[in-house]
């Protein structure tokens, strides 16, 4: 079968999860409409009300070791597996649900709600219980400087060079589950755009704010159109 893609890459957000129980942020009772992102999300947030925020993610964390990853995650490992081309999963999602289903060309751009950061040492640990105040860090002792090592608002993406260069080599841009609101993941598809090479695709529960950048539209809960579109990559189409 003559393939029709060489290298892709896929951008998910909190809608890919969404069906395996965890909230997305800005659908209706989502995250973001129930706590103040700038209390919760910011680098400021945490100076100002670091028990706040440590309660928010000890929250996600019970939530998270609670979910199992959904027929969509199992889709894009399943992907990975078998493209022989190359292939980059970028990730706007915390959880490590992609993990579980056994994906691992990998880059979480927002961090990760399983691990934690030392701001006095810098060492980046897994953690899947509470943090707060008083926990020490495991590498240097210091305690009271342990935060999530997750990108809160204003702060830089991570992976963003091996992000842009996969993005400038792709024929396959896919963007599942994400509202299209949150720079610089939502203006991924322009720039694969500009290089005029890229098939554009959108999977989405409904249209995102960057959908008319999107050649292709594809709308249903991610656990039916995402291993639906799998199969057809696969088949060469
Ligand atoms: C940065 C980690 C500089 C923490 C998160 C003004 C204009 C433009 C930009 C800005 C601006 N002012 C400030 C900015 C920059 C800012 C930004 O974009 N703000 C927005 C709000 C305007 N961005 C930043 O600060 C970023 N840093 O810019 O640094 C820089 C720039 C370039 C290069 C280098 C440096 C840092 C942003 C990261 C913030 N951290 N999360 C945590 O998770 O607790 S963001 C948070 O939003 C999550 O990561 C989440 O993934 C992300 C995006 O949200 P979505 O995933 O899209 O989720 P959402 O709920 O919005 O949508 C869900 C979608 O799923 C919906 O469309 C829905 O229809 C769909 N869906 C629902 N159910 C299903 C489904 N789809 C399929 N099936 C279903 N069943």
């Known amino acids: ?19 395996s129980g965890l909230g997305t942020f800005r659908d209706k009772d989502g995250l973001w409409t129930k706590y103040d992102l700038q209390e919760v999300a910011t680098p400021e947030g945490f100076a100002r009300n670091p028990v706040l925020v440590h309660d928010f993610y000890n929250a996600r ?20 597996r078998r493209f022989d081309g190359q292939f980059l999963l970028v990730t706007q999602n915390v959880d ?13 751009m927002h961090g990760e709600l399983l691990k934690i950061r030392c701001e006095s040492c810098d060492s980046v640990r897994v953690w899947r219980g509470d943090l707060d105040l008083a926990t020490a860090c495991p590498d240097c002792g ?4 342990l935060r999530p090592h997750v990108v809160w608002f204003g702060e830089m993406p991570l992976y963003m060079d091996d992000i ?6 792709c024929d396959l841009f896919v963007s599942i589950g994400t509202s299209g609101q949150v720079y610089p993941a939502a203006g991924f598809v322009a720039e694969v755009r500009r290089g005029g090479l890229a098939h554009t695709v959108e ?34 189409g």
């Open 1 to 19: 079968m003559q393939k029709r893609f060489r290298s892709i890459v896929v951008l998910t957000g909190a809608g890919i999860s969404a069906e």
């Open 61 to 80: 964390r019970k939530n998270l070791v609670e979910a199992t990853p959904n027929a969509a995650h199992y889709a894009l490992a399943e992907l990975e």
């Open 96 to 108: 490590d649900l992609h993990e579980r289903a056994g994906s691992t060309r990998l880059l979480h």
């Open 142 to 145: 210091t305690s009271g400087g």
């Open 164 to 169: 842009a260069a996969a993005l400038d080599t």
């Open 203 to 236: 999977l989405n529960l409904d249209p995102s704010d960057g959908f008319s950048l999107f050649a292709e539209k594809i709308y249903g809960p991610a656990t039916e159109v995402v291993p639906a579109f799998v199969t057809r990559v696969l088949a060469g």
